[in-house]
Nanobody, 117 residues
């Protein structure tokens, strides 16, 4: 089992920045099997969507809406980060961390990001 805990959300003005963190804990065996991690977000009344993802070889993928503004990164202990710059009101959502391998996926509980205009 793997537990994921997000932090770093909050209220920020448009144009500001936030850095989200996702701490992975639990079975070392399971954590070592993780080969894909990502950030998703869900705005009120909308479906959850991929924001950014990173694989074990370091390949990254971003939603078009955040390219050039957000940067995903991770460390050797499978903690995950999302640097968010030039935030816009449309970035307001609950942000979730996801980690897994093959058909096994774990989710965090989410952290609220609110961008005021």
């Amino acid at each position: 089992q793997v537990q994921l805990v997000e932090s770093g959300g909050g209220l920020v003005h448009a144009g500001g920045s936030l850095r989200l963190s996702c701490a992975a804990s639990g079975s070392i065996f399971s954590i070592n099997r993780i080969n894909a991690m990502g950030w998703y977000r869900q705005a009120l009344g909308k479906q959850r969507e991929l924001v950014a993802a990173v694989t074990s070889d370091g390949s990254t993928n971003y939603a078009d809406s955040v390219k050039g503004r957000f940067t995903i990164s991770r460390d050797m202990t499978k903690n995950l980060y999302l640097q968010m710059n030039s935030l816009k009101p449309e970035d307001t959502a609950v942000y979730y961390c996801k980690a897994g391998w093959l058909q096994v996926n774990y989710w965090g509980q989410g952290t609220q990001v609110t961008v005021s205009s």
